[in-house]
């Protein structure tokens, strides 16, 4: 089932390459520098997925003390936190040509770099504490109050870039929602979002393996 | 003994501790002078830049403050040996939680008292009509902090490099809470009433609503072992 | 604008490296694992084998070849 889901996720990165370069256009006033969107975009949406999977597998493991919902939530923590970390790099990547700046502290860049900062504590957590049940426990109280925090996120970053004091950089490729742009687009976030289910189920594999190994 | 008892017991038994060894208030106000003292040489001189940091720079005398007391909130069990006395303890933990809270939030607002004091004399800042307005917004505020830093206070009180991860734990959560009482204070002191700080007093309400009840639903939770 | 194809190669690049190190990170920490379940099986082994040879009594364990493996189809083998 892994080795299938692992096919599938290359299969779809492979055509997902194949359409930001082949089949997406060359953006009018950005240049071919706009394709970094076909990556950077899935691998932010990619990570939402996974900070979603691990608020609810830490409830569940709260509610059942179920070590099969703590592997959820460790390796998808894992995942959530590589790609939010890919994305921002791709974004700042792409930010250097078009904005002229590497980061700017506009409201959604703000925002994710909370998330990044806050799952990185997770996975720290994770790895200070040795006892495998109380860090699982320990684990799922973070991952749930990070989930909770979320919107108050949001909303405080929002309003502080918003209120009195208008957006002051557009940001960049906000597509027109022509065919060529969007196909490209969703093709790649499938892809990410299968590549991120590949490497979860791998990754809870290996952890149950691990704990067996230990027992 | 019931629910409220003990949580008073444990704010009371916290309160006396510091009352009498005063450790961790000499240290906050220690620090606090000397936020102060960096401040003024820094900014003493230019009085316009110092009135448009100052919301900054106060809040981060507050939460630096915060960080240091909420650190050290389970030092007394720890260095004592009365970890597994607070595991043993019967009935609902979350009594334990809330006089930790109680405790934590007295000491944090004293010091916020005479911090804020110490900059209103040493810079000459006129509160005036702001107080009330700023007295709700620090009340607010501390409280969050409070809140999440008793709870995380008590997760990373036993484990590796806990002085490191307790702050990187809680600062990113707290973000929320510190831009909405900066920007609030930043309000206030440039003279608007309370009214036009309202979404920020709202958003700190219901950070502060969100932050206790999770604690207190999870604080159990966390003191299993 | 320029196209700037240094950018695209970087961020693309950047991507495909940390994804690929990361695959790498998984394939090699269950070859670990494995390495570490098979050492167990073999002591285990051991360890049963053992009084076997002083005693005179049979054990009632069949004998085995090799790494003892439980059922094939209960547990999903690591390397497939």
Redesign the interface.
């Given at each position: 089932m892994?080795?299938t889901l692992g096919w599938v996720a290359a299969g779809a990165l492979a055509a997902g390459l194949v359409m930001a370069f082949g089949v997406a256009p060359?953006e009018v006033?950005?240049?071919?520098?706009q394709?970094?969107m076909y990556?950077?975009v899935p691998?932010i949406l990619a990570s939402y997925v996974a900070f979603v999977v691990l608020a609810l597998a830490s409830l569940v493991y709260?509610i059942r003390r179920d070590a099969g919902a703590d592997r959820l939530a460790h390796a998808s923590g894992e995942v959530g936190v590589?790609f939010v970390?890919?994305g921002i790099?791709?974004g700042s990547?792409?930010g250097?040509?078009t904005w002229g700046a590497w980061w700017t502290w506009d409201a959604r860049l703000t925002s994710v770099a909370?998330l990044f900062?806050?799952y990185l504590?997770y996975l720290?957590?994770r790895g200070?504490?040795d006892?495998p049940?109380?860090a699982a426990?320990?684990c799922?109280?973070?991952g749930?109050?990070?989930a909770?925090?979320i919107p108050?996120?949001h909303?405080?970053?929002y309003?502080?870039r918003t209120?009195h004091q208008p957006p002051s950089l557009m940001k960049p490729g906000g597509f027109t929602g022509s065919a060529s742009i969007l196909w490209p687009l969703l093709i790649n976030l499938l892809a990410f979002v299968v590549?991120y289910a590949y490497?979860v189920a791998?990754?809870v594999?290996?952890l149950r393996?691990?704990a067996?190994?230990a027992a | 003994m019931s629910y409220a008892r003990r949580a008073l017991t444990v704010a009371w038994k916290d309160l006396a501790v510091e009352r009498r060894s005063k450790e961790t208030l000499n240290a906050l106000v220690f620090f606090s002078l000397l936020l102060l003292f960096v401040f003024q040489f820094t900014l003493g001189g230019d009085r316009e830049r110092l009135a448009a940091v100052l919301p900054g720079v106060l809040w981060l005398g507050f939460v630096l403050s915060a960080l240091l007391a909420l650190g050290r909130t389970f030092l007394v069990e720890r260095e004592h040996d009365c970890w597994e006395g607070l595991l043993l303890a019967p009935g609902d933990k979350s009594a334990i939680y809330l006089g930790k809270l109680a405790g934590n939030l007295a000491l944090m607002l004293v010091v916020e008292g005479l911090v804020l004091g110490l900059f209103v004399v040493f810079f000459d800042i006129d509160l005036g009509r702001a107080l009330p307005g700023l007295l709700v917004v620090v009340l607010l505020g501390t409280l969050g902090l409070a809140a999440v830093g008793t709870l995380f206070a008590a997760m990373t009180a036993n484990v590796r490099a806990r002085e490191l991860l307790f702050p990187v734990l809680l600062l990113p959560v707290q973000v929320p809470v510190l831009l909405a009482t900066v920007k609030a204070t930043e309000a206030l002191l440039l003279g608007e009433p309370l009214g036009a700080v309202a979404h920020w007093v709202k958003l700190l309400l219901a950070a502060d609503v969100v932050y206790v009840v999770v604690s207190v639903l999870t604080f159990d939770v966390v003191l299993e072992g | 604008m320029p196209d700037n194809w240094g950018f695209v190669a970087a961020a693309y690049g950047l991507t495909a490296a940390v994804l690929l190190i990361y695959w790498r990170r998984l394939a090699k920490k269950e070859r670990e694992v494995e390495r570490l379940t098979a050492g167990r099986s073999r002591e285990r082994l051991t360890a049963e084998r053992g009084p076997e040879r002083l005693t005179t009594e049979r054990s009632r364990e069949p004998s085995r070849t090799g790494h003892p493996r439980p059922d094939p189809d209960s547990r999903p083998p690591l390397q497939q």
């Open positions: 892994v080795k060359r006033t950005q240049g071919n520098v394709r970094i990556v950077h691998l709260l590589m970390g890919l790099a791709t990547i792409w250097k040509p909370i900062v806050m504590g720290l957590l200070t504490i006892d049940e109380r426990r320990y799922a109280v973070l749930i109050v990070a909770l925090d108050l996120v909303f405080s970053v309003w502080w209120l590549l490497f791998r990754r594999r290996l393996a691990e067996e190994a | - | -």
